[in-house]
């Protein structure tokens, strides 16, 4: 294969049939710093004339095609183009798939919904190329030079190096200099294998061997190594090895190239992180609305920081005002085993006051150890921690307007294990639990009163609407591009409804089922429910769960109306399109043929992240095209008459 000259670009031919997935892998060879020209393509014949004009030096192929599969793809590739390597990149893949693939000549796969390995494996499966052309083009020119390997070396950027049958080093390029801090003068002539993981290059390299020594050809040897890696000064770093096998001089050689990969780890091991943290936070989001008590709803958030999000153990605990100033510990899971009756926690300025739960409550702010081992701060609890697997922590204040409620203290088995994106989502839900923390309080200080002074059936009617009100301030707070929606969408469907001639009584269980229709929201993750651009297909079904996940909050909740009913069916259609259970006609409720009226006219006539305001008029129009077939012709007919002529607007 010709490889693309160093003045000129990559040219990657893509076999791939959806275009949204052909961006996003784009987007992340580009992301990577990939300089390169791309011509996308979706059948055979458009495929085979791309092979013979475009002279792509790299394929990237969709596994399943209108006309035909990955696998004739490769195919063809092998048969009229066999030096132009080949990357499967695929929705889904089965272990045998994946391995006949390697065996038919595909350089590597790479998982749609791991896209993130894909410029890191074309960048491998390039440099492999050049090395293995150029190797080509050295035997074809002087069979006998090892001079020519070690100019192509010398320039690479990556570690090259090479070693004899004995394991010892005979190439040794700049980019190892580098990496490896040995000198070309002191790696030559050196047995190396103690610079990798020596059992498994030992191991590479002998498969190389005694597989291409009966056929007489060298070639790579399966898929890239993670192995750690030692530098001269003793550093450990970890480091993705591709081996080939090559004979030069009658005698088998292996050649390694070696990717510092810390970086990558790095990001891996963040993103990971991340997304713990932002699991755990929307699952104790859900806890926050379900929670019937204060007790329920600290021991909840402590279950799930452990069992979602990973961590060795965690504990809320309320600041004492005793003399010693104790913080006594009212919740806790994980792996706890006595710690908290021994730990003499404290929050005064003290010795055992100044560790990051006393110093969180002393200071209300967010105080982090990243290592117990190192931090002198952690003296009088290093030796008990220890036992317990305990490496890192970090303590968040649970704040309310006027004082510190308490603090919530988590406990990692690594160290180093709250990086800056970590600390905020964690700080996001001790926000959250401490809002939580005062509704609950505030709920039952307000039943309690109310039970003194009004009849049970009025105090439990009061508690339900209270809690309503509750659970729709805390959707808002999650959702702040939709602040208001729900309050817009009671505002018209009550009013639908006064136009209807319902009872005042209808009319208010309309209204708060409007107030908490969008409830299920509470768990989507917050950047798509905020995302300023279009939802990827998988964003929208995650999205469009959300009626059914309200309704399943709410469903064993006994309200004297339907109200977890018409959360669930307010974005049905009388035509079955709707959603969760495409539900025609007047198998619906008519209060939830209200609220689809309703929300979809306050949703057009708003902004979103997404798209400016369309404005009423247009509202109107949408819902005029979908009267008596989509929307209930009565609803859509009220709802006309309030902007035409009662001159409708929504309040502040």
């Known amino acids: 294969m010709e490889q693309a000259p160093m003045n000129r670009e990559l040219r990657v031919l893509m076999l791939e049939d959806t275009p949204t997935d052909a961006e996003l892998a784009e987007h992340e060879l580009r992301k990577a710093g990939m300089t390169f020209t791309l011509k996308r393509v979706e059948r055979r014949a458009a495929f085979v004339q791309a092979l013979e004009e475009f002279h792509p030096d790299i394929i990237l192929s969709d596994y399943k095609l209108p006309d035909f599969n990955g696998m004739d793809a490769l195919g063809i590739v092998q048969r009229d183009h066999p030096d132009i390597p080949m990357v499967m990149v695929t929705g889904a893949l089965s272990d045998i798939d994946a391995v006949e693939l390697i065996h038919a000549g595909a350089k590597d796969y790479v998982l749609k919904d791991r896209l993130a390995r894909l410029a890191p494996a074309v960048q491998r499966v390039l440099a492999a190329a050049q090395v293995e052309a150029a190797r080509k083009s050295a035997e074809m020119a002087l069979r006998e030079s ?93 480091v993705e090895l591709s081996l080939s096998a090559v004979k030069l001089k009658e005698r088998w050689h292996a050649v390694g190239i070696v990717r510092d990969i810390t970086e990558r780890k790095r990001g891996e091991l963040a993103l990971a992180r991340a997304n713990r943290a932002l699991r755990t936070l929307s699952a104790c989001n859900v806890e926050l609305v379900r929670a019937a008590n204060e007790p329920e709803l600290l021991n909840a958030v402590c279950r799930l920081l452990v069992d979602i999000g990973g961590y060795r153990m965690t504990w809320v605990g309320f600041p004492e005002q005793d003399a010693a100033r104790t913080v006594r510990a009212v919740a806790h899971y994980g792996h706890e085993e006595g710690y908290l009756a021994t ?257 979809v006219v306050e949703a057009m006539a708003s902004h979103r992240p997404y798209r400016a305001a369309l404005g009423s008029g247009s509202a109107l129009k949408e819902i005029e095209r979908g009267r008596g077939t989509v929307y209930d012709a009565a609803v859509v007919d009220a709802c006309q008459r309030l902007f035409t002529q009662k001159r409708f607007a929504w309040s502040a």
């Open 343 to 599: 730990a003499e926690i404290s929050w005064a300025d003290t010795e055992h006051g100044r560790g990051p739960t006393g110093t969180a409550i002393r200071t209300g702010s967010v105080q982090v150890n990243q290592d117990f081992l190192a931090n002198p701060m952690m003296t009088p609890w290093r030796e008990e921690a220890s036992k317990r697997g305990y490496r890192s922590s970090i303590a968040l204040p649970l704040k309310s307007a006027a004082d510190i409620l308490g603090v919530l203290t988590i406990y990692a088995a690594e160290p180093d294990a709250f990086n800056e994106a970590e600390m905020s989502l964690l700080q996001e839900l001790a926000e959250d639990l401490a809002f939580g923390i005062q509704t609950l309080r505030t709920r039952l200080e307000r039943d309690r009163i109310a039970h003194e002074s009004l009849q049970h059936a009025e105090v439990l009617r009061q508690s339900l609407e209270e809690s309503i009100k509750a659970i729709a301030n805390t959707v808002e707070m999650r959702d702040p591009y939709t602040a208001g929606h729900q309050r817009r969408v009671g505002q018209l469907a009550v009013a639908i409804a006064r136009e209807l001639g319902l009872p005042e009584e209808t009319n208010h269980g309309i209204e708060l089922a409007a107030s908490i229709h969008d409830l299920g929201k509470i768990s989507i993750p917050a950047e798509i429910l905020s995302k300023p651009s279009k939802l990827t297909a998988i964003e929208f079904m995650l999205l469009k769960n959300h009626a059914q996940a309200g309704f399943d909050i709410l469903k064993g909740i006994q309200f004297p109306w339907p109200i977890a009913t018409m959360v669930l069916q307010h974005h049905e259609r009388l035509d079955g399109s709707g959603y969760p259970q495409g539900l025609r006609g007047e198998q619906t409720l008519l209060e939830s043929r209200i609220l689809a009226v309703a929300d």
């Open 146 to 238: 090892e001079e020519t390997l070690r100019m192509v070396a010398a320039s690479a950027q990556d570690a090259i190096l090479m070693l004899d049958n004995d394991g010892k080093a005979v190439l040794w390029n700049a980019a190892a200099e580098r990496m490896f801090g040995y000198s070309r003068q002191e790696a030559l002539g050196r047995d190396l294998h103690a610079l990798l993981s020596p059992a498994r290059f030992l191991e590479a390299q002998r498969t190389a061997f005694s597989r291409f020594k009966s056929t007489g050809e060298g070639a790579a040897v399966g898929k890239a190594l993670e192995l750690a890696a030692l530098r001269k000064d003793g550093t450990e770093f970890p």
